[in-house]
């Protein structure tokens, strides 16, 4: 079974860093790009950025590009999202999904979401 | 970048009716290579991540029950609920994935029971 397991909530001061994790199981993690999603309070989805763990070649929306830095690690099988100096506006759920593979860049699995808390 | 935009808002439906979602996107997902439109959807219930419901525009996901259906090409594009359930009630997003380089989803619609 295919599952992505995403760290618990964090709750942050503005200029703090942050990193958040996301484990990939029941696939071959290095064979599919695996993507983050930002949803601010209320509203709708964002695409951030994607990795591809197999040689870490990484892709970022214009919007996030030097904003959020996306990694992974493919010995254990995580992806990471990380922020070295948060803002309020970076308060958001904040969800890893997996591709299809094979040109198919939809979104097939997704994780239960990181809500990442951003006040001073 | 591709702006996807889906109307309405949000919409509500009496039980066993038809829903009808619109997503339009800025320029064609249509590959002329494969004729495939790069164009998915997805079903975000309240507290929980969004869920694929369909690919290709057209094509269900496993498990996804055949009430569920996608059409459309080129810039249009439609979701329906046949018979509309009360565990339907959710908010929907249709997907680009044609621009590898920035995908990007609409702004969702909300659908309620009437």
């Known amino acids: 079974e295919v599952q992505l397991v995403q760290s618990g909530a964090e709750v942050k001061k503005p200029g703090e860093s942050l990193k958040i994790s996301c484990k990939g199981s029941?696939?071959?993690?290095?064979?599919?790009?695996i993507g983050w999603v930002r949803q601010m309070p209320g509203k709708g989805l964002e695409w951030m950025g994607i990795?591809?763990?197999?040689?870490?070649?990484?892709r970022y929306s214009p919007s996030f590009q030097g904003q959020v830095t996306i990694s992974a690690d493919k010995s254990i099988s995580t992806a990471y999202l990380q922020w070295s100096s948060l803002k309020a506006s970076d308060t958001a759920m904040y969800y890893c999904?997996?591709?299809?593979?094979?040109?198919?860049?939809?979104?097939?699995?997704w994780g239960q979401g990181t809500l990442v808390t951003v006040s001073s | 970048d591709i702006v996807m935009t889906q109307s309405p808002d949000s919409l509500a439906v009496s039980l066993g009716e038809r829903a009808t979602i619109n997503c339009k996107s800025s320029?064609?997902?249509?590959?002329?290579?494969?004729?495939?439109?790069?164009l998915a959807w997805y079903q975000q219930k309240p507290g929980q991540p969004p869920k694929l419901l369909i690919y290709?525009?057209?094509t269900r996901e496993s498990g996804v029950p055949d009430r569920f259906s996608g059409s459309g090409s080129g810039t249009d594009f439609t979701l329906t609920i046949s018979s509309l359930q009360a565990e339907d009630v959710a908010v929907y997003y249709c997907?680009?994935?044609?621009?590898?380089?920035?995908?990007?989803f609409g702004g969702g619609t909300k659908v309620e029971i009437k």
């Open positions: 320029q064609s997902v249509l590959y002329s290579s494969n004729n495939k439109n790069y």
């Open positions: 990795i591809y763990p197999g040689d870490s070649d990484t």
């Open positions: 997907q680009q994935y044609y621009s590898t380089r920035s995908l990007t």
């Open positions: 999904a997996k591709y299809g593979g094979g040109g198919r860049y939809y979104f097939d699995y």
């Open positions: 029941g696939y071959s993690f290095t064979s599919y790009w």
């Open positions: 290709w525009a057209s």
